[in-house]
C-alpha cells in the first residue's frame, strides 16, 4: 500500500474518533439539559361571604299559644302516636291528655300541684 493511503486512512480513522468524541460530548450535554419546568397553575381563593343567620328565640323565651294540660305520671311510658311521658309533671296538649288520662298512672294535675311539686 503507497504511504499516501496509509495517511489517508489515518486521517479518515483520526476525523471519525473526532466526530466520535464530538457526537459523545453532544450527547452528554443534551441528557444533562434540563427538562423545561411548568410552572404551577394560579389558585386563586376566595374568601367566603359572611352570611348572618337569624337568631332562634330560646326555648324559655318561646311563647306558648296552644293550651296545654299538665299531668302526673308515676311512670315511664312511650305509647305510639300520642306521645311520651316521664315520671314526674308532663306537659302536654289537651288531645294527648285526654288519651293519657286513660291509663291508671296518669293524673290530671292542676297549677297548683305544679307549682308545689317545683317548690314555689
Not at 4 to 25: G, M, S, Y
Not at 37 to 63: G, R, S
Amino acid at each position: 500500500m503507497s504511504d499516501e493511503l496509509i495517511n489517508e486512512e489515518e486521517e479518515f480513522l483520526a476525523l471519525l474518533e473526532e466526530e466520535a468524541k464530538e457526537l459523545a460530548a453532544k450527547e452528554e450535554v443534551s441528557a444533562v439539559e434540563e427538562l423545561p419546568v411548568e410552572e404551577a397553575p394560579v389558585v386563586e381563593t376566595v374568601a367566603p361571604e359572611v352570611v348572618e343567620k337569624e337568631t332562634k328565640p330560646a326555648k324559655a323565651e318561646k311563647k306558648t299559644t296552644e293550651k296545654t294540660v299538665a299531668l302526673l305520671s308515676t311512670r315511664n311510658v312511650n305509647w305510639n302516636g300520642v306521645g311520651k311521658v316521664e315520671v314526674g309533671y308532663n306537659i302536654v296538649t289537651p288531645e294527648q291528655a285526654e288519651k293519657w288520662l286513660t291509663r291508671s298512672h296518669i293524673t290530671l294535675a292542676t297549677p297548683e300541684d305544679v307549682a308545689k311539686g317545683y317548690g314555689l
